[in-house]
């Protein structure tokens, strides 16, 4: 006679459910046998998504962080099973919900039931924000008269991440000629670019840009903008990645 072991998804845990890209945090599966035989050889799949990168597990040895599979020797009737995983979130979350869904999908013996066997759970990983602002020391200047941009770059969040590989443009209206800035070598005014290298959370850079107005520019307006063009991470609100003047 065929045995039948109803197996069940019975909890999915996480020890936090909102992170930061980079966290550590453990998620805790816990299956059970709910009858009436013993189940044998029950494989577990699909434990951990792409996203999370496995740092260790409390298995010994059932969980195959290679495969990514779970494998349960043996299950009495009644029985509850745990594993515990410790993971990261992994490059590149930041800003993306990660779901993690594991399947119940074999064992030696029948199950009856299988609309018990997986469970899903969300994890949010928080965005960054940067953040451009940009202002000019005298908004109505006389022809050849110098005058000076500040740019602010912001990272906004409170996040553990920091903000990498930025790349900053603001190029020069030709009613302008460059004098210098401030930027210790990391701003080039023939292309615009505003490299800045890291940003920590909470922290801003600023720079000053000295720049003379030209001959034959009265009466016009002369616009600049401050735009981020790239970084290696998300930005949640592209609305503030860009700052305007007119003089
Ligand atoms: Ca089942
Ligand atoms: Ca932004």
Known sequence: MAQNSDMEFQTLQSSATELDEG?????????????????????ITDLLPASLTYVSDDGGGEYNSGTNVWTAPSINSGATKNLKITVKAGPGSNGTTITVNPVISGLDQN??????????????IFPLDLEMKKKVNNSTPEVGEIIEYELELKHRNTTTLSATNIIVQDILSPNLTYISDDSGGNYNPVTGVWDITSLTPGQSVKMKILVQINSGTSGLNINNVARIIAFDQNDLDQSNDEAFVEV
Request: hydrophobic letters at 35%.
């Open 111 to 124: 199950d009856p039931d299988l609309t018990n066997n997986s469970l899903s759970l969300d994890l949010i």
């Open 23 to 43: 966290d550590t945090i453990e998620l805790t599966f816990k299956i059970k046998n709910q009858g009436p035989n013993s189940a044998t050889n029950v494989i």
